[in-house]
């Protein structure tokens, strides 16, 4: 092994039943570099992860650690701290009611000669290590008393002294503000110095040019590649991402756009915000528009969403929908406004596995109705039918538990909850995500169909060319912020080029 490498992954292959969740995978990490693994949903970076720290048994393939003879094989994730790999998650898994310093000794706390914790020398060694990272903490407090950013750099602050040469960092900025990420970065950057090698998973690639020495992508399980960060501009790592190349990007041919700027004014955002996720946006949608949310995963396409519907209260900027100024605190809020969510998680946020059919379609508009205006029976069934056939959900009956049905007829079950309250406003997040070809293509062409029937919708898609074919303007995000609309020139590349946006890795 190298003198400078501390950790090699060869050919790692995991499967779970029916995938392929890795398909001989190589990674490489080096003594003092930070090096981000990068990869879209489901490109297998956590399984690797996983792979290294003994979560998951992989069926091939040998990792190789810097000062440890043969491969090494990790059972669990304190298999893998003994071989000096430490992993911190985004979720700080410290006991916020115990001190700094018993969290920092948690199970290898200082004894004296009797065997109780020597609670001053335990005191003093916890102090220095917050003082040689240039941490500003009182190491007798709780941890519960400092901020998420400081609890994580606390957990960060334990895997070092565990002496770890490997440090994995797993989304550890997804809830910090931009001052808490520099601060983390800093910390970051003095443990590379100090010769330990970082693995830093994120989405957010304004992060990875700021701080980041090599990337690695992952599509789909495998190796797209390992690049030195000088090498791989944003454009080109989104393509790496994503699996498209501008060499043989055609652009889709598009009917001639409606002019939308004379219609109705619909939903009209000026300055929505929402602490954590989104930063200041405007945003106008008119009568009859498609609207895309576009950007890599973690860009904020859902949170924007949310934050418009009223599942996350905005905590800055005004709201009007058809020109009246409303202040939405719930969901039911926005339902009786005539808008409609189709959330991109329907196994914990759409379906209820437990009911029928019928009970799902009718959910949305009997929650409009209230609990003590039941819908007859009658019409229950008149609405299950009507969109049953109107969707062609695959369904034994009406009364089949939706739990029982595929994948992509719960979708169509969901949507057509929202299409029962007749919604002025739709937001369609993922509506095709996990749904076969020829589902994805009736979808798209319902979206079209409301559409031209006067609806408004806000259409969010991790699929460019499905986006391509069915909005007529895109919104960027990128790092929880509105940073472009494109509404000319809706092209494959136009839109990839303002996901990776500008500065000098452009």
């Known amino acids: 092994m190298d003198n400078n490498v501390v950790l090699t992954m060869r050919g790692i292959t995991m499967t779970f039943p029916g995938v392929k969740a890795l398909d001989n995978v190589d990674f490489t990490l080096r003594k003092g570099e930070i090096h981000a693994l990068m990869g879209e949903n489901g490109a297998g970076k956590s399984t690797l992860i996983k792979c290294l720290t003994g979560i998951n048994a992989f069926e091939a393939g040998e990792i190789h650690v810097d000062g440890i003879n043969g491969p090494v094989v990790n059972h669990s994730t304190l298999d893998a701290q003994k071989k000096g790999i430490s992993t911190v998650y985004q979720e700080v898994n410290l006991c916020g009611n115990l001190s700094v310093a018993e969290n920092l000794f948690i199970g290898r706390e200082p004894r004296t000669k009797i065997g109780t914790i020597d609670w001053k020398t335990m005191i003093k060694k916890s102090q220095k290590i917050m003082d040689d990272l240039e941490m500003p903490v009182n190491v007798t407090q709780n941890l519960e008393e400092y901020s998420l950013a400081l609890q994580q750099m606390i957990a960060i602050a334990r895997a070092v002294d565990m002496d770890c040469k490997v440090l994995i960092l797993d989304e550890p900025t997804s809830s910090l503000d931009d001052n808490e990420v520099e601060k983390l970065f800093r910390l970051m950057r003095q443990l590379r110095d100090k010769g330990v090698g970082i693995v830093f998973v994120t989405h957010f690639l304004e992060q990875v040019y700021a701080v980041c020495d090599r990337i690695t992508v992952l599509r789909n399980g495998t190796l797209v590649g390992e690049y030195p960060i000088a090498e791989l501009p944003r454009v080109k790592l989104v393509a790496a991402m994503m699996g498209k190349d501008f060499d043989d990007l055609a652009a889709i041919k598009t009917e001639e756009q409606a002019d939308f700027s004379k219609a109705e004014v619909i939903i ?41 519907y009223g599942a996350d209260r ?20 926005a339902m009786n406004l005539g808008m409609g969510l189709l959330p991109d998680d329907r196994k914990e946020e759409g379906i209820i ?19 003590f205006r039941l819908i007859p029976m009658k019409d229950q069934i008149a609405l299950a039918d009507k969109y049953i056939e109107m969707l062609q959900i695959k369904t034994a009956s009406r009364e089949t538990l939706i739990k029982q049905l595929s994948g992509g007829n719960q979708q169509k079950v969901i949507l057509g909850r929202w299409l029962a309250t007749d919604p002025d406003f739709l937001i369609l997040d993922e509506p095709t995500r996990g749904i076969d070809i020829g589902t994805k293509t009736e979808i798209q062409k319902l979206v079209l169909k409301l559409a031209g029937e006067g609806k ?5 898609s991790s699929e460019i060319e499905e986006m391509l074919r069915t909005c007529s303007k895109m919104e960027v995000l990128r790092d929880g912020q509105k940073v472009g609309e ?5 092209t494959q590349e136009n839109v990839m080029k303002a996901i990776a946006g500008g500065g000098s890795n452009e």
């Open 268 to 308: 009209d955002a000026k300055g929505l915000s929402h602490k954590g996720t989104i930063k200041p946006f405007d945003l106008t949608i008119h009568k009859g528009e498609v609207v895309g949310l576009t950007g890599l995963l973690g860009s904020g396409r859902s949170e924007l969403a949310r934050v418009i």
């Open 456 to 460: 408004s919708i806000i259409f969010i």
């Open 353 to 371: 596995g437990d009911l029928s059919v019928r009970e799902n379609i009718i959910l949305a508009m009997q929650a409009k109705r209230g609990m």
């Open 314 to 333: 905005n905590q800055t900027g005004t709201l009007k929908v058809a020109g009246k100024e409303v202040n939405i605190k719930s969901p039911i809020d």
């Open 486 to 490: 494109i509404t000319e020139n809706l």
